[in-house]
């Protein structure tokens, strides 16, 4: 079982470029997430989807495209990268929603630099 | 919209001190979460409190969620260097979590 898992770990990209990283889980959950992280500003909600197919904008969806095309895949595409997009993604999964109770199982990230 | 402050955003304390983080909201949760974050890494689930007034422990970590459900508090009991790491917290709300901005704890053997 490897959980969550990101591609790639690392980029830096130029002002402008276009670029897709992936997250897969392999527990079977419906709900996934993906999110950024910078300093001091917590994880922030990007974009989000309850399913296969279905996708919802999050806090922070703009400059963000997402797709979920199967279960167990979910893509986030920056169309033309900027600076401001430079921050530590993670992609996270549920088997439901962020209710309750449920647990969401993270990715170890992936590191974009916008230059 | 739904906020959560977490104080402090820093905290770097001596091994064997005791600790305690806040998380605090203007609003109602279902419920509460804590994360840890290690560097490199992504958060893993410490705990998740549901009930007002409820309180868990994990080892020497106390969690309490607020009788009104818009608070909660994680109280280190002898704090070790392995408890160094990123705090977060995470109210659930619309089918979502919305996480606080954490708190950096390093102790110092």
């Known amino acids: 079982n490897a959980g969550v898992t990101q591609t790639p770990k690392f980029r830096v990209l130029k002002t402008g470029q276009s670029m897709t990283l992936l997250c897969a889980q392999d527990?079977?959950?419906?709900?996934m997430y993906w999110y950024r992280q910078d300093p001091g500003m917590g994880l922030r909600l990007i974009h989000y989807s309850v399913g296969e197919g279905t996708t919802a904008k999050g806090e922070v969806p703009d400059g963000y495209n997402v797709s979920r095309l199967k279960k167990q895949n979910f893509l986030l595409g920056l169309e033309s990268a900027a600076p401001s997009q430079t921050s530590v993604y993670f992609c996270?999964?549920?088997?439901?929603?962020?209710?309750?109770?449920?647990?969401?199982?993270f990715g170890p990230g992936t590191r974009l630099t916008v230059l | 919209t739904q906020l959560l402050e977490q104080s402090p955003q820093f905290l770097s304390i001596q091994e064997g001190e005791n600790l305690t983080v806040y998380c605090n909201s203007s609003s109602v949760f279902s419920s509460l979460q804590w994360y840890r974050q290690e560097p490199g890494e992504g958060p893993v689930l410490l705990v998740t409190?549901?009930?007002?007034?409820e309180v868990k422990k994990l080892k020497r970590l106390t969690f309490q969620f607020g009788d009104a459900r818009k608070d909660s508090s994680l109280h280190i009991t002898a704090a070790q260097p392995g408890d160094t790491g990123l705090y977060l917290c995470?109210?659930?709300?619309?089918?979502?979590?919305?996480f606080g901005q954490g708190t950096t704890l390093q102790v110092k053997p």
């Open positions: 527990m079977n959950h419906e709900y």
């Open positions: 995470a109210g659930a709300g619309w089918g979502k979590l919305i």
């Open positions: 996270a999964s549920s088997y439901t929603s962020g209710g309750r109770t449920d647990t969401q199982y």
């Open positions: 409190v549901v009930t007002g007034g």
